[in-house]
Structures are given as C-alpha cells and as structure tokens.
C-alpha cells in the first residue's frame, strides 16, 4: 500500500488515508445567517463520496464580526449546529472524517459593523481601519472559540481546527507586523502567543478531540516573524497538546509571493523535525506522486489538498491511478472505479 493511502490515528480519529479537504471560503450563506445550505452539503459531501480522508469545512466564524463576508459559514450561535450535524452525518456515512476550521477574521472582516483587531491599524489602504482590542475583548473571544467548539462537540464533528494563519486574528497577534501592544498580549513572541495558547487552553477545557492549529510559516516581510518565533510558536503548542500543525504562509501583509509546486512543504519539514509535532503540507499539491513522496520522506504526515480538489472531487481517486493503488470506491460507483 502507498502511504498516502495508509490510516493514520489521531486520538482514536481514524483517518482512511493522509489526503485532507483544505479549508477553502466559499461565500454561500447568502442569507447572512451562516448557515449551513444544499451548496455546502453538495460541495462537502461529493468529496466524501470521493474517498478523501477528512474533510475540513471552511473557515465558520466564531463571532458574527469575526466573518471575513456577510456569506461566511457560522459557528457563533447554536441555530447552527443542526445544519452542521446534518452535514456531518452525510459526510461520515460514506467513510470520511469531519473538521471544522474555528476561526476570526480580525482585521480583514469585510463587514458594515465594527471590527477588530489586537492594534488599530488597516490591511491595505481599502480596507477599514479595525478597533483595537480591550482586555474584555480578547476574553470575549477567547470565550467564543471556546464556544464554537463546544458547538462543534454537538454537531459530531471529529477533528477542531484552530485557524491562526493568514493574518486574521489570532495570527494578527502573534506577528509584530499587526501586534504593537504594549500590554500582556504584545512586545515579544511569549505575549504575543498569548491570546493563542489561551484559546487552546479554553477549546481544551471542554474538548478531548484531535485538535490542529493552521498557522502561517512565513510571512514574506523582513520586520515579521522570523523562522525562530515559528518554531517557538510551534515547540509551545506541541507541549500545548496540538496534533498537528497545517502548515501554509502569507497573508499577515500585503506582499508578493512567486509560489511553485511544494513552496510551502520547506518549513513544514522544518517544523515536524524540530517541534517534534505532525504537519500538514498545503500548497499547490497537484498530484498523486507529488503527495506520495511528501509523506514518504517524512516531509508531513497530512496532504491538505485546496484548489486541486475543487477542480476535481475525485482527486483520491486521480492519485489512486497514478500511484497504482487500487482504491475502494462507494458500492454505487463500482462499475465505473473497477
């Protein structure tokens, strides 16, 4: 068996094989609600049918200011646990697992209402410029990831993810390019891994499940974090009791990226060796042999899959071929995968 298709334990969570639905924003409460609606079901549940491993949804705000869009997927009041749990259900009946990405946009909510962010400074010129955060803030939200993932606990979700990356709130304090506070959550990396490490803490509190955390590993600026506070930020969260760290980049600033096959899979290695902690690989991951030599060579332990997946529900089974693996199909579709 190629290891791409081998299970992998985490907590009890079996998953089938190593290929991961990436969370991908898809914009679609058009009711501003954020709930769950037949777009996500058939999105979601047409990957399940083609044999990926787990399924992550996409980022669901733990806050309503915490959105990026009015169209964001909600995880911030209990109305949404019963389209959450309907949707679990389908995807587990075909033999995947479930995630759920928790997550705050910060600074980069483009919302009518207020946002906020750990220091009032604005994304780009077009964008808002955020309210800064008191103390009775950042309790607030801390409380609300907690919250989120006890709803998450009730819609049968299998795996949590915390999502720390792509300069939305928690990874707007954790970089000295967004954080100039001057109080316990700011002015070095211990303050500002702070509001994270508590927010862990909480979700762990009420939750025993395999919990991962999405962080950006490089964020492409001189005066940002540099690969030692990455690794300190990753170290922390491995004594933290983190399964695993998805491991993407950019986002915290403007920037110009030239990304190519396997940019991001660098640090990832870098992270799994010297945290000690499992990685997910994510990036421009296209092919079954690429994947196939990543988990191989021990580089990451998950194939988060994002853009090739939409391309292709049935990437799993493009892999399959290539690699020459034989790859179980749903009884209904035997004909055609046999």
Not at 287 to 297: L, T, Y
């Given at each position: 068996?190629?290891?791409?298709?081998?299970?992998?334990?985490?907590k009890g969570i079996k998953l089938k094989n190593r290929i991961t639905m990436s969370s991908m924003c898809m914009y679609s409460c058009m009711e501003q609600d954020g709930k769950i609606t037949p777009f996500h079901e058939t999105h979601y549940i047409s990957r399940a049918v083609g044999q990926v491993g787990l399924i992550l949804t996409e980022a669901a705000a733990v806050q309503p200011e915490g959105r990026i869009s009015h169209e964001d997927l909600g995880i911030w009041h209990d109305d949404h646990i019963e389209g959450l749990k309907r949707l679990n259900e389908q995807i587990h009946s075909y033999g995947?697992?479930?995630?759920?990405?928790?997550?705050?946009?910060?600074?980069?909510?483009r919302l009518d209402s207020a946002i906020y962010a750990p220091t009032a400074l604005a994304f780009n010129e077009s964008s808002k410029t955020p309210t800064e955060m008191?103390?009775?803030?950042?309790?607030?939200?801390?409380?609300?990831?907690?919250?989120?993932?006890?709803?998450?606990k009730e819609a049968d979700f299998d795996i949590i993810e915390i999502h720390a990356a792509h300069g939305y709130l928690i990874n707007q304090f954790l970089s000295p390019l967004t954080n100039k506070r001057e109080d316990e959550y700011g002015g070095n990396p211990e303050n500002c891994y702070r509001f994270l490490s508590r927010i862990i803490d909480r979700i762990k509190s009420i939750w025993n499940g395999p919990l991962f955390v999405r962080i950006s590993t490089d964020e492409y600026n001189e005066q940002g974090n540099t690969l030692e506070n990455i690794l300190y930020f990753s170290k922390q969260m491995k004594q933290q009791g983190i399964d695993l760290i998805d491991c993407s980049s950019g986002g915290v600033v403007p920037a110009s990226i030239s990304p190519y096959p396997g940019y991001q899979i660098k640090r990832c290695e870098t992270i799994r060796r010297e945290a000690s902690v499992a990685t997910g690989?994510?990036?421009?991951?296209?092919?079954?042999?690429?994947?196939?030599?990543?988990?191989?060579?021990?580089?990451a332990d998950l194939i988060f899959v994002a853009r090739a997946l939409l391309r292709n529900p049935y990437?799993?089974?493009?892999?399959?071929?290539?690699?020459?693996?034989?790859?179980?199909?749903i009884k209904q579709y035997e004909r055609g995968w046999n």
């Open positions: 068996m190629t290891k791409l298709f081998s299970p992998i334990d985490f995947s697992a479930t995630g759920v990405q928790l997550a705050h946009a910060g600074r980069k909510a008191t103390t009775e803030d950042i309790e607030e939200a801390i409380d609300a990831f907690k919250d989120g993932a006890k709803r998450a690989a994510v990036g421009l991951i296209t092919s079954g042999i690429q994947a196939e030599e990543i988990v191989q060579n021990d580089r990437w799993a089974k493009t892999a399959a071929d290539e690699l020459g693996h034989s790859l179980e199909p």
